[in-house]
Nanobody, 121 residues
Framework: QVQLVQSGGGLVQAGGSLRLACVGSGRISNGAMGWFRQAPGKEREFVSRITWSSGYTNYADSVKGRFTISRDNAKNTVYLQMNSLKPEDTAVYYC???????????????WGQGTQVTVSS
């Protein structure tokens, strides 16, 4: 049974920084980990992804250069460092584990509980 527990988030002024963490239990040391977000009235969107083995990363264009994803394999933990935050980054952020890659896409089977990030202007 895989469980993902998130921490971090909160309220910050525009231009500030926050760091999110996602600790996994169970067999999640293969595949990839991703961060997603969902703003009120909007669909959930991809933010970033990192693979456990190589550490290869991807970012949405909207966060590129401001957010950094990293992982600590020994701790089964993935981080999302968010700098230069903007009001449009306000959303509930979710981490997710993708143990497998099928048909050209990572399959996210497990999700964290979500954490609110609010950026004030």
């Amino acid at each position: 049974q895989v469980q993902l527990v998130q921490s971090g988030g909160g309220l910050v002024q525009a231009g500030g920084s926050l760091r999110l963490a996602c600790v996994g239990s169970g067999r999640i040391s293969n595949g990839a980990m991703g961060w997603f977000r969902q703003a009120p009235g909007k669909e959930r969107e991809f933010v970033s992804r990192i693979t456990w083995s190589s550490g290869y990363t991807n970012y949405a264009d909207s966060v590129k250069g401001r957010f950094t994803i990293s992982r600590d394999n020994a701790k089964n933990t993935v981080y999302l460092q968010m700098n230069s935050l903007k009001p449009e980054d306000t959303a509930v952020y979710y981490c997710a584990a993708a143990p497998s890659y099928k048909a050209g896409a990572w399959v996210y089977d497990y999700w964290g509980q979500g954490t609110q990030v609010t950026v004030s202007s």
